[in-house]
């Protein structure tokens, strides 16, 4: 008998669920937006970096160049970009120095974490550590430079 009535109340959750189905629709996949920036802007030579996780929020900048201070006053990257950064694309020219390097200490080539042109981007950087160890929850500045200038840990994903 009480199968029976777990039969009943079963069918009769699912003639609601057909009855009012549900308008709520399922969030994107991780990457979904970096994804869709990618096939906007393709491989134009630029490093680029957003205040949200997935390439979104606001785009702190785009730089073709090294910038040397995420918090200073020049540069495609300026005052709080340096703090605000979770997530970066590398839309760099492949071939020779198309890796980017993003480094945790202002003038310091010590503890770094790079971006390989064939990864694209990294839709949330604070799941990744520097060199050092430290997690990676800010950018001191980035500099292109090759794969072969990366150590083996280094590797945003």
């Not at 340096?82 to 970066?88: F, I």
């Amino acid at each position: 008998m009480r199968k029976l009535g777990t039969l009943v109340t079963s069918l009769g959750l699912l003639a609601l669920g057909a009855a009012f189905p549900s308008t709520a629709q399922a969030a994107p996949q991780q990457g979904y937006y970096c994804d869709q920036t990618w096939s906007q802007t393709g491989r134009d030579g630029y490093v680029r970096a957003w205040s949200g996780f997935d390439c979104t929020g606001t785009l702190l900048g785009a730089a073709y160049d090294n910038d040397l201070s995420w918090g200073d006053q020049g540069g495609a990257f300026q005052n709080r970009d340096a703090y605000e950064v979770k997530s970066v694309m590398n839309n760099g020219y492949v071939g020779g120095r198309d890796v980017v390097a993003f480094y945790e200490i202002h003038n310091s080539g010590a503890s770094y974490v790079c971006l390989s042109p064939y990864e694209l981007y990294a839709d949330d950087i604070t799941d990744n550590h520097f060199t050092s160890g430290a997690p990676v929850n800010h950018i001191a500045f980035h500099r292109w430079m090759t794969a072969a200038d990366c150590a083996g840990n280094s590797w945003l994903t």
